[in-house]
């Protein structure tokens, strides 16, 4: 089924084709009818399959001409957030419509000026939000429609409380659109106290990780895992890299030391300036760096096109995240390869993620590389130990505005 045959209004169709989308995909299919008719719902799907466009389409048609702010969309991180807002603004480009992204991190003139000259979608993260509606400078009170998304995300960064008082400051007269990749119980609960007769769409479900990803383990001793990672770029016909190291000082570790092998590098991890982190993202996306190290957080949600490859440096603490994290190759139907660097004392956590993702991942070996004893990580005194806490530390609320997802660059072949 084409795009022209959902409903969506000519200035809408208009702006996708301008995006260049052809066919919709699978949760487009189904969301899009039922946002359109006002129903509220529960979709579970991960970035990647299209989930921005399957709500902001119908959003869009459903708004029609510029007026009051009546749409609300809450995002985990600012990087997100500034995503979905450029994602939204794309899709309205033949629109009246106007859209804002409200976070920290960057002063407070410029969004309370937008705000003031009139906006009809808001895309948030919901400290700087709470500031807002604390001092008075916005209300919600024309809020219609409001989409909750990545809330397995923003249940992990300590966010349910706010995101329930924001909820609480809504009209009850709304359609209420919240997006998980997984539902465990505490997100079934906040959708029975949010949303009224929800309609389940299952997409892409979390745990399938992209068809089009090759996966690969590669066993390797604690003390060559630099050098491992250092001669599969080389190996590799790569354009450009995301490595994920679980800690921030490893991921500053990590780029230090690539750089000294003359890579270029950016570095994305929640200790960054806002300004540090709009430089690797744009530079990643332009092509000026060929690989970007990031934790988890830093990462999550993120769309870079024409990443080729996903490198795990650290293998990933919780299942979910190796799906988020492949999820960053492979999406919308490019192909990508995924790597995870294994050491001895991993084992466990690779058992975990082969029952998450229902399959098992091939070993490999990297030909020609001189690998030593497979050697367990030794263990360090406590104090020199990054706390999964502070590793997994969100990132301030910080503001940006503008599109990162435009870019799409190639780096070194
Ligand atoms: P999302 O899941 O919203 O993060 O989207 C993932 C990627 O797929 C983004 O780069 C979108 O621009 C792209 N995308 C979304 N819908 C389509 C579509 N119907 N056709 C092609 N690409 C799409």
Redesign the pocket.
Known sequence: MP?KALNLSEPVLRG?QA???????P??LRAIPIVLGGGDVIGS??????????F?LPILTKLGHHGKARVLVLEPTRELAA??ET?FRDFARFTDLRTVAIFGGVGYGNQRAELRRGVDIIVATPGRLMDYLKEGTLSLRDINTLVLDEVDHMLDMGFLPVVKDIIGRCPRERQTLLFSATVPPEIQAIASFALRNPTRIEVGVARTVNESVKHALYPVGYAQKFDLLLALLEKTDFDSVLVFSRTKHGADKIARRLKAANHSVAVLHANRSQNQRMEALAGFKSGKYEVMVATDIAAR?I?V?GVSHVINYDVPEKPEDYVHRIGRTG???AVGDAFTLVTPENAGDIRDIQRFIGAKIPELRLEGFPYGPFTPRPEQPPQQRESRHQAAQHPRDGDRRGGW?RF?GRGRR
């Open positions: 795009f996708v995006a260049g989308y052809s066919d919709p995909t949760i487009q799907a991960q970035t990647g399959t299209g989930k921005t466009a399957a902001a995503q979905v994602a949600g769309d096109a999406r919308a139907q997802n799409g």
